[in-house]
C-alpha cells in the first residue's frame, strides 16, 4: 500500500517542493527515500525482480542530482512503463500468462475452462495498453508542462489502466468469453 501511495504522490510532491527548494536538495532527499527502500526491498526481497524498480529509481535520481536535470526524472515513469511494456510483450509471445496470474492472485472464484482461455489471451491487449501508455508518457515529458506531467505520472495512467481493465472485464463477461472459446 505504501509504495502505491508514493508513486502517487511521487511527481505532485516534487514539482510543488522543486518550487520551493533548491532542485538538487529535493533530488536529495528524494534519493535518500529511494535507498532507504532499497535496503528495505533488499531484506524483504522473494527475488532479484523486487529489486528492478527500487535500482532504477536511484540510478535515474542519481543521475538527475548529479546533471541537476528534471528531465531525467520526468523520464523515471516512463522507464517503468517501458518495462513493464517489455514485461507484457515477453508474456505475450512467451505465454506466461501473466494476466491469468493476477487474475488467479486477485480474483476469488475459481475460472470456468472459457473465462481461463479468454484470460490467456489478455495479455496482448495489456501489450497495447501498455504501449498506448508508455506513448502517452513520452508525450507528456517531452511536450507538456511539469503540472500535467505530474497529474499524469500519479494519477492519469491509473485512469488509463481501470478504464483498460473495465473495458477488458466488461468485453470478456458480455462478450469476449463466447467469442475466443469457440
Given at each position: 500500500?505504501?509504495?502505491?501511495?508514493?508513486?502517487?504522490?511521487f511527481a505532485p510532491a516534487f514539482v510543488l517542493l522543486i518550487h520551493y527548494f533548491e532542485f538538487r536538495s529535493v533530488v536529495f532527499v528524494y534519493l535518500l527515500m529511494a535507498t532507504i527502500y532499497f535496503i528495505f526491498k533488499y531484506f524483504k526481497k522473494k527475488s532479484y525482480k523486487d529489486m528492478v524498480i527500487p535500482s532504477i529509481n536511484i540510478v535515474a535520481l542519481s543521475?538527475?542530482?548529479y546533471f541537476s536535470s528534471l528531465q531525467t526524472v520526468k523520464y523515471i515513469p516512463v522507464t517503468l512503463?517501458?518495462?513493464?511494456?517489455?514485461?507484457?510483450?515477453?508474456a505475450h509471445f512467451n505465454k506466461r500468462y501473466m494476466i491469468l496470474g493476477f487474475t488467479k492472485r486477485f480474483?476469488?472464484?475459481?475460472l470456468t475452462k472459457e473465462e481461463e482461455d479468454f484470460v490467456k489471451k489478455?495479455?496482448?491487449?495489456?501489450?497495447?495498453?501498455?504501449l498506448i501508455n508508455t506513448l502517452i508518457h513520452l508525450y507528456v515529458v517531452n511536450f507538456c508542462s511539469d503540472i500535467l506531467w505530474a497529474f499524469y505520472s500519479s494519477v492519469g495512467w491509473y485512469i488509463l489502466?481501470?478504464?483498460a481493465l473495465a473495458v477488458q472485464i466488461i468485453y470478456g463477461k458480455v462478450y469476449?468469453?463466447?467469442v475466443h472459446t469457440r
Open positions: 500500500m505504501v509504495p502505491n501511495l508514493l508513486a502517487i504522490i543521475t538527475a542530482y512503463s517501458t518495462i513493464f511494456l517489455l514485461l507484457f510483450i515477453d480474483y476469488p472464484k475459481k489478455g495479455d496482448g491487449y495489456w501489450v497495447v495498453v501498455m489502466f481501470f478504464t469476449g468469453v463466447k
